[in-house]
């Protein structure tokens, strides 16, 4: 093979290669290509690998991952007149390859100015203490007023992030004031709030050691009033039981037994020094059988010793 044959086989080889890296795209799973044909879109293609004719067709990639920008911090007239420096995050996301490369020419950019132009007039309709108490509320509001705007570009707004709000100097001193007077007064609640709370304690603590006092006496009263009932009854058992054996033992004696009892008491009457004896009608009634008695047993002696002296 001669030398002009080999360095044409060498030419038609190196437009080959040429032809096919012009003609070959590899696209990744997370990009797409929008295709132009001579200067038409076609659309999007990809993932994978996309065949393009050489010097007709045209590709731009286009990135589909969230990216995010930050907002250099930004001086904004609250509608009270205080002036604050705010930056913050933007997060987002091409939804539409095509209309992202077709609506606009550099949607980072354009986000960015929507952005900054969309938080001075959301601050500007809003107070200071609202801006900066309510700054969640104020990043889900420039979400959707940005979104409102990028939803054309093809893109997905997802997420702003407010980082810093910075007051001027005399506000941050001012706040710092009334943090600190805030905090004093909550102090204060609290120190009056643990003693009430202690004194309402203190308070229920003696009531119920009263009230177990006075259930105590209570029921040791009870008891006493009980105990000396239980002795009453006992005692007042005690003196029947005795009654009902005197009883007894009274039936037992007769008559006879009753006045020799009588006589021996009035011996021991006329034993005393005293010079006047009463005798009780009972008395003599009583001892009325006893005379009858010996009266008898006289009589019958001296019929015994009448014989006798005969």
């Known amino acids: 093979m001669s030398s002009a044959t080999i360095i044409i086989l060498l030419v038609l080889l190196a437009l080959i290669i040429m ?33 393009l004719i050489p010097f007709i067709d045209q590709g731009v990639r286009v990135d589909l991952r969230e990216v995010f920008f930050d907002v250099e911090p930004q001086t904004c007239i609250t509608k009270d007149n205080a002036p ?20 606009v020419e550099d949607f980072r950019g354009a986000a960015r100015g929507i952005a900054i132009t969309t938080l001075r007039a959301l601050v500007g309709d809003m107070n200071l203490d609202d801006v900066l108490a309510r700054r969640d509320q104020l990043n889900e509001m420039l979400q959707v007023k940005l979104d409102e705007v990028t939803n054309r570009w093809g893109i997905k707004v997802t997420a702003v992030e407010i980082r810093e709000i910075i007051p001027p100097r005399e506000i941050q001193d001012a706040m710092s004031r ?22 309402i304690k203190v308070a229920e603590g003696e009531r ?5 006092q006075a259930q105590g006496e209570r029921e040791a009263e009870i ?22 054996k005197i ?3 009274a039936q037992g004696v007769d ?19 005293s010079t006047k004896i009463v005798v009780p009608v009972e008395l003599m009634n009583m001892l009325q059988p006893l005379l009858e008695h010996t009266r008898q047993a006289a009589t019958g002696q001296a019929g015994e010793a009448k014989p006798a002296g005969e």
Request: no cysteine; charged share 25%.
């Open 178 to 199: 009334q943090m600190s007077a805030e905090r004093q007064r909550r102090a204060l609640v609290t120190e009056a709030d643990g003693k009430r709370e202690a004194a």
């Open 223 to 244: 008891l006493v009033a009980e105990g000396q009932r239980q002795a009453r009854i006992l005692r007042a058992e005690g003196f029947a039981q005795g009654l009902e």
């Open 208 to 212: 119920q050691a009263r009230v177990l």
């Open 247 to 249: 009883y007894q033992v």
């Open 19 to 51: 032809l096919a890296s012009a003609s070959l795209r590899i696209v990744r799973e997370y990009q797409r290509l929008v295709v132009f044909r001579l200067g038409r879109a076609l659309g999007s293609r990809g993932p994978g690998l996309v065949v």
């Open 84 to 103: 604050l420096s705010i930056d913050f995050l933007v997060y987002m996301k091409v939804i539409n390859a095509t209309a992202s490369v077709l609506e």
């Open 255 to 273: 008559s006879k037994t009753m006045s020799l009892e009588y006589l021996d008491m009035l011996k021991q009457l006329g034993a005393s020094q």
